[in-house]
């Protein structure tokens, strides 16, 4: 239940999205776009989002593709998380995105919604990272295609009144070795404490990193390290640890310390799994 | 559906296969929509934060947690609650296997194991388990309400 009341748009359009977000912004409305909304109706109870409207993107139907086409996988930002359980074209995003949440919230959280939100979590970003995705943003400038590897730092970069449409995956990354590795606190179904997600390609392995810092993160510098095939695994692990953005998260669901040990460890796994060559 | 102009509005909601119709706040959850304005208490509030499951109603066929839902999106959808359901086979194995002590998460526990029967008569155990952390029982009756959905499961021919 919301203290508040505000009022409610379902665009049939990118355009009427865009137009109505300039209208309603000029009516000082404080606009927001809206997908699954878990996040807005979450913190709107706690009054730490308000918004005198909100524009709901679910009628849009680009936001709602799901094609392989031309050798890439388009995906709409406001497909639900569970659409990718039961269509595993990509099945890196299969394995991150059901360690999200639970299953009945995966049936609303949305793609979007999880990339462009405010937990530090959001790690239906990574698969998009390690496969050098594109995303399609929509704005009052028109529409604008982006390397996600550079529109992607700490949060997605967009400007005001812009918001995600699409992301495109290449094909050849699909089926690429992978690995997603996701640990709680407790149990199967704890709160989170980090993800680690992995792809080979060109016998490289890719990494992206989430609940490890407060945001998602892929790191070119990391990865050279982890990939030097001059050093031991357990080597490349602790070079690469100098270059970890700051700061390390230090909260209730673990210390930073016990973070970087359960990296440690993660890392191990990965090397195991996918393996790099080792001397 | 149009686009909504107005903060305040009447709907018609598709709820156990009769339509109601009445006026609510674009900001409503579908949960107080259900018991505030529809009577209709069978869907608990629980965490009011998505993460009890308590009250869980069927959309679509789909489980979903109607505190984490604006009863505006549920236009065009067949919504199905606990007052729905008259004597199922998941509702008859609760009571057989004991599977609920206050009740309070039970109509939400009934309705994401009929959700999974309505998809699929023969889950493997991961999707039970999958589907069942949805939800919560602070009674802690797990074993019980998991008993209770195989039963049903044991109890349907092999396709
Ligand atoms: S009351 Fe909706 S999930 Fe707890
Ligand atoms: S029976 Fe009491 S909360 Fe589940």
């Known amino acids: 239940m919301l203290s508040y009341n505000f009022d409610y748009y379902q665009p049939k359009s990118i355009d009427e999205a865009v137009g109505l977000y300039q209208t309603l912004k000029a009516e ?3 606009p927001i776009y809206y997908s699954g909304g878990t996040e807005i109706i979450t913190l709107g109870r706690l009054n730490l989002v308000k918004t005198g409207a909100v524009i709901d993107l679910k009628g849009i139907p680009e936001c709602m593709e799901y094609t392989l086409h031309n050798h890439q996988l388009i995906i709409g930002s406001a497909l639900s998380l569970n659409t990718f359980e039961e269509n595993r074209l990509f099945p890196l995003l299969t394995l991150t995105s059901k360690e999200i949440a639970d299953y009945t919230s995966r049936n609303k959280i949305t793609l979007g919604g999880n990339i462009c939100g405010q937990i530090f979590y959001r790690e239906a970003v990574l698969p998009f990272l390690l496969t050098d995705s594109y995303v399609t943003i929509a704005g009052p400038n028109g529409i604008r295609k982006a390397a996600i590897n550079e529109i992607f730092y700490c949060t997605l970069q967009l400007e005001e009144g812009e918001f995600l449409v699409q992301i495109a995956t290449e094909e050849k990354f699909l089926m690429a070795p992978h690995l997603s590795v996701k640990k709680r606190k407790q149990w199967d179904t704890g709160y989170p404490l980090i993800t680690v997600a992995a792809l080979k390609k060109d016998e490289e392995i890719r990494f992206a990193f989430s609940g490890l810092c407060p945001y998602p993160f892929r790191s070119k510098q990391i990865e050279t390290i982890l990939n030097n095939q001059d050093l031991s695994y357990k080597d490349r692990i602790s070079t690469s640890f100098q270059y970890l953005p700051k700061p390390i998260l230090n909260d209730t669901e673990g210390s930073s310390g016990y973070r970087m040990f359960v990296l440690e460890t993660t890392l191990t796994n990965i090397f195991s799994v996918l393996g790099g060559e080792e001397k | 559906m149009n686009s909504y102009s107005a903060n305040r509005l009447k709907i018609t ?17 579908l949960l107080s929509v259900l018991r505030d304005k529809l009577g209709l208490t069978g869907a608990k509030p629980g965490c009011l934060n998505g993460d009890c499951g308590a009250c869980t109603v069927i959309i679509d066929k789909r489980p979903m ?46 309705l994401i194991c009929h959700a999974l029967l309505l998809t699929d008569h023969h889950p493997t155990n991961e999707k039970i388990t999958t589907w069942l952390s949805s939800n919560i029982c602070r009674c802690t009756g797990y074993q019980e309400i998991e008993n209770a959905l195989r039963s049903v499961i044991n109890s349907l021919p092999l396709e």
């Open chain 2, 13 to 29: 909601l598709n709820i156990n296969s009769e339509m109601y119709e009445k006026e609510i706040l674009a900001s409503d959850t």
């Open chain 1, 28 to 30: 000082e409305k404080k």
């Open chain 2, 65 to 110: 947690k109607s505190c984490m839902l604006l009863a505006v999106e549920a236009f065009d959808t067949e919504i199905l609650t606990i007052e729905g359901l008259k004597d199922t086979p998941i509702q008859r194995a609760f009571v057989e296997q004991f599977a609920f002590q206050c009740g309070y998460c039970t109509p939400g526990f009934i």
